[in-house]
């Protein structure tokens, strides 16, 4: 059987970033409910100049720079933050890195499950087209609003990930566990820039569905808890993935909770905030950046779950020499290299609208990425490659 999977994952976010700790005070919360209650610490804030397309461009320019481009022959882009109702994000970013025009581009949602739906259904494809490359890209940017219970759980961010044969980082396991259910426990309408949820159902229905994707995961592949050494959860926040893991550690019998099983995966989300389709993937980055051991041959055990809702329990085998494949340096700069906000900052950048009457506009600048949105002009987006 042809080994399919990750060959390569690169993240990007934003250049700024709220402490939450000033967040607290702003909101007269106290730190410790945002520090230990969510496990959050800070959150990415995207200025004005910066969307779901220039993150995305920032994360797949890096994780395309050792192949040959005319291997990719799909690009499926997850998001739930999308900018047109007609045409796909996938589209700017083959113009922004040049990438083939005999590819086939799609955008995907289901909330923050459609990253790990088009992996599953990437893989198939790849078993027939062994020769070929697909780039999947995750971006979002989560917003719930000013002065909300959702405000503490905001952020943003892309993974850019190549799928092909033979992957350098994780070959994924065709058996799996899924489960949808028509629920309201977040959703954005067309005619809203803020997410509307019901926080605390959200977290039950995470849970249970939980429950049901492994149920389905185990009937399908026969596997145990200790067949895994690791989890990696889809992160709202990253409490959200404690309560999971202890939840599956109930479910499953298991006594001991072995802290080091999930604790990998959360050190890059703790930073970033949410990030909806692309938070599980940034969870996978932080767990090979960060795993102190040599992990290869080890199975990782993934859940995503998107509300509405879809979710899926999968695994993947980390690879023989994964090591030297990652951008372990570039992703911890990245964080390390963002600019504090203070309130009023984020205040403005998260009041900041684009014109929606065809004016032309041009956005102040403030990223220091690739590149950045540069505009409007007719009713189109202008990108503007800062190299
Ligand atoms: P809240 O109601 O303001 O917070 O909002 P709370 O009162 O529930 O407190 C949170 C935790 O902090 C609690 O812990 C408190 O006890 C604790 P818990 O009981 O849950 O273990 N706490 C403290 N701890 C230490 N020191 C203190 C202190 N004070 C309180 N001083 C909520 C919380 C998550 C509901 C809110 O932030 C929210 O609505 N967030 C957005 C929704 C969300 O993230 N849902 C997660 C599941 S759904 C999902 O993952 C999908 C999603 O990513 C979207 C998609 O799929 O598209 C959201």
Known sequence: MTYVGIDKLCFYTSNFYLDLKELAKARNQEVDKFYVGLGQEQMSIHPPDEDVITLAANAAWLAIQDIDPNDISMILFATESGLDFSKSCGVYIQHLLGLPKTCRILEVKQACYSGAGALMLAMPYLQQNPTKKVLLITSDIARYGLNTPGEPTQGCGS?????????????????????????????????????????????????????????????????????????????????????????????????????????????????????????????????????????????????????????????????????????????????????????????????????????????????????????VKDHTRQYEKMF
């Not at 629920?183 to 049901?212: C, H």
């Not at 599980?280 to 041959?297: K, M, P, R, T, W």
């Not at 372990?328 to 900052?345: F, V």
């Open 159 to 375: 993974a850019a990930m190549l799928l092909s044969a033979n992957p350098k980082l994780i070959a994924i396991e065709p058996e799996s566990g899924y489960y949808s259910d028509h629920t309201w426990d977040f959703w954005r309408p067309n005619y809203s820039k803020d997410a509307i949820v019901d926080g605390k159902y959200s977290t039950r229905v995470y849970l249970t569905t939980l429950q049901e994707c492994w149920k389905e995961y185990q009937k399908n592949s026969h596997r145990e808890y200790s067949d895994h050494t690791r989890f990696c959860y889809h992160l709202p926040f990253t409490k959200m993935a404690e309560k999971a893991h202890e939840r599956l550690r109930r479910t499953c019998g298991v006594d001991q909770i072995t802290d080091s099983l999930i604790s990998d995966s959360l050190e890059y989300s703790r930073r970033v905030g949410n990030s909806y389709t692309a938070s599980l993937f940034i969870g996978l980055a932080s767990i090979l950046d960060h795993a102190q051991n040599d992990i290869s041959g080890q199975r990782i055990g993934f859940f995503s779950y998107g509300s509405g809702c879809v979710a899926e329990f999968f695994s993947g085998i980390v690879q023989k020499d994964y090591k030297n494949h990652l951008t372990t340096l570039y992703h911890k700069n990245l964080l390390d290299q963002r600019k504090e906000l203070s309130i009023t900052e984020y205040e403005e950048f998260f009041n900041h609208a684009l014109p929606e009457t065809g004016v032309e506009y041009a956005t102040p600048r403030y990223t220091t990425g690739k590149f950045r949105l540069a505009g």
